[in-house]
């Protein structure tokens, strides 16, 4: 059979999360450095966006198809649920990361840090303190729902897969580094999950 191959860098939230599920699931890829609207990109994604997979003849963009196919394509544990609750839960979870998580604590305020689009190339301050407030109340959201070692359920699923890239991203920073620090359930997800192999081996 032909090899999974997954075109993302290593700093891409999205592509971690894929990565991190094929090597959960025992499933070994091919990693092509791959950059936003490269050719590479823009051969599969329609707006040049990564990651964006490529199985034979099957190409897939947008993280969540990708997880979805990866989990049903091939063997190993499962990590979307059959049962029709936690199934939603999943998807919930993969939903709220990629519209709000994602837009405010990564496209927001952690690349007003690493690529900001200032004159001076210094960090984005208006745009980094414009995150501040809507990162404290999703933070304290995700933290209360946090309870136990997972997002859905009592194992590992794809919305932790899906949530920790961007979590652990967060450590790297001031004030969503005091945010962690300040969210207890957050922070143990971000350790428990950091110590595994699939963490270790996707690390940024
Ligand atoms: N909804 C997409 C989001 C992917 C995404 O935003 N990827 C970023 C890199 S982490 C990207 O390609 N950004 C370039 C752009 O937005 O033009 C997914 O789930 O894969």
Known sequence: MSDLIIRSVPLS????????????????YVFEKTFPHSDEANEIHPFGKIPVM?????????SNAIAHYIDSAFDGPKFFPKDPVLAAKVEEWISLHVCTFDQTMIRKYVLSYLFPKTENGEPDRARIDGALGDMEKQLAFIDSCLTGDYFVGDTLTYADL?????LKGLV???ESKAMI??????????SNMASRESAQKTKP
């Open 181 to 190: 620090k300040n969210s207890p359930n957050v922070s143990r997800f971000i």
């Open 13 to 28: 939230n999205f592509g971690q999360s894929v990565c991190m599920l094929a090597i959960e699931k025992g499933i070994p």
């Open 54 to 62: 490529k199985h034979g003849d099957v190409t897939l963009c947008e």
């Open 172 to 174: 790297g920073f001031p």
């Open 162 to 166: 899906a949530m920790y890239p961007t």
